[in-house]
């Protein structure tokens, strides 16, 4: 019995395990992101959350805590550590949700990163704050809360033409940039983050990915970063070319959705256009995400038969010890929200949810700043990455603009000079 419990013994499993319970905590205490307390008038609209903050910190550091226990982590110093690592993704957080942030477009995970980055290239990282440091256990257990937005049933009333735009896109645009990137001479694991990073949906893909071969922090720290930064001109500059060259809403927005890498800046620039082509590119946008559980199993099973030592035999047995577990607690997730609640209920419950991921995923991207050295990051060995990214999002932007037109087209392709 004991050899049995041993099995879960891991980072995989116990991070698995508490994003499973901070799930069922969202879908039987309803009331978690309902929290509120009615401060005096003139007091900020966000100090109306702090319950709800205070019940979210308690939660997160209490599965935080025992999880990490049970890796035999060090926790003399963990609650310093911990308090400190979430306090500095709370103002990321706070940071992104000001108005001229929101209006450029940046999301809470690139100041985590930054925030992250800056102390540790200037103070370096004490060792009081390495505890809470462990990026991969916070992503591995947001993972699992991101299956909640998978929502099969939205996606499916869109219509079949966005999910078979998102799966032409994304199959073409996937084997573009890793052959481009095995030609420019980029490691495995590196054109498996940059591929899966332009042609899924950005950040959430780049984070599946990565936990999915048990892959280097500090590798995914650069694509979030280059996905993060490429898509914020991206957010300006493609409702101007869609204006400019008299796409349709329709197809202007399928072509912004199935493009920018992030949903926030999908959703900006659709605004920019009009309320068609908002509603349609984040249609797009969300057809794409709802192939990321799809992809995140292939690379997998890639990665698991592929990515390994090579004295080993991928065995089944093998597989599994390498399978990360993260990927069944996203897919339940997701199943359990698509087809075992109603789906008014599972849009009720998707606030918690999101708050929750976005918590986790804040307080992991501070955790990776913290373990990376920036001038190994962005220094010029990491130019041939930032080349294959931009040259695969070219390729992106125009196999997309001919699938969106062939498909959602009125053939009213004319040039608006």
Not at 107 to 128: C, D, H, M, Q
Not at 129 to 137: D, G
Not at 325 to 334: P, T
Request: glycine share 8%; charged share 15%; hydrophobic share 55%.
């Amino acid at each position: 019995m004991k050899k049995f419990f041993l099995q879960f013994k891991n980072e995989d499993w116990i991070a698995t395990f508490m994003g499973a319970i901070l799930v069922i905590l969202v879908i039987f205490v309803p009331s978690l992101g309902k929290v509120k307390y009615q401060f005096p008038e003139g007091y900020p609209d966000w100090f109306a959350k702090v319950p709800f903050e205070v019940t979210k910190f308690v939660i997160i550091f209490g599965l935080s805590y025992i999880g990490l226990k049970l890796l035999d982590v060090k926790m003399k110093w963990f609650p310093a550590s911990f308090i400190f690592i979430y306090g500095l993704s709370f103002l990321a957080q706070y940071i992104s949700t000001l108005a001229p942030i929101k209006h450029v477009g940046f999301e809470a995970v690139f100041f985590s990163v930054a925030i992250g980055l800056l102390i540790r290239n200037i103070f370096g990282l004490p060792k009081w704050l390495e505890p809470a440091a462990r990026s991969e256990f916070f992503i591995k257990a947001g993972l699992v809360v991101l299956g909640t937005t998978i929502i099969f049933g939205e996606i499916m009333k869109a219509g079949s033409l966005g999910m078979v735009q998102a799966i032409i896109v994304i199959l073409l645009v996937w084997n573009f940039s890793f052959w481009l990137a095995k030609k420019m001479g980029i490691d495995k694991e590196m054109g498996v983050l940059l591929s899966t990073a332009v042609s899924i949906c950005g950040v959430s893909a780049a984070i599946a990915a990565s936990g999915a071969m048990k892959g280097d922090s500090k590798k995914l720290s650069f694509v979030v970063s280059l996905v993060l930064v490429v898509a914020v001109p991206m957010m300006y500059i493609m409702p101007y070319l869609s204006q400019l060259l008299g796409l349709s809403q329709e197809v202007a927005g399928a072509w912004l959705g199935g493009t920018i890498d992030t949903t926030g800046a999908v959703v900006a620039s659709g605004k920019f256009i009009g309320d068609i082509a908002e509603s349609q590119s984040v249609i797009i946008k969300a057809s794409q995400n709802a192939l990321l559980g799809v992809a995140a199993f292939a690379i997998s099973i890639y990665w698991s038969m592929k990515g390994t030592n090579k004295d080993i035999r991928p065995s089944a047995s093998v597989l599994w010890e390498r399978f990360p577990k993260f990927v069944i607690g996203f897919m339940l997730a997701s199943v359990v929200f698509s087809f075992l609640l109603e789906p008014a209920t599972a849009k009720g419950l998707s606030g918690a949810a999101k708050a929750l991921r976005e918590t986790l995923f804040s307080v992991a991207f501070v955790a990776i700043g913290l373990e990376t050295d920036f001038r190994k990051v962005f220094g010029k060995e990491n130019n041939r990455y930032t080349a294959v990214f931009l040259i695969a999002q070219t390729f992106n932007i125009l196999l997309t603009l001919a699938v969106a037109f062939l498909l959602f087209g009125k053939y009213e392709f004319n040039f608006g000079f």
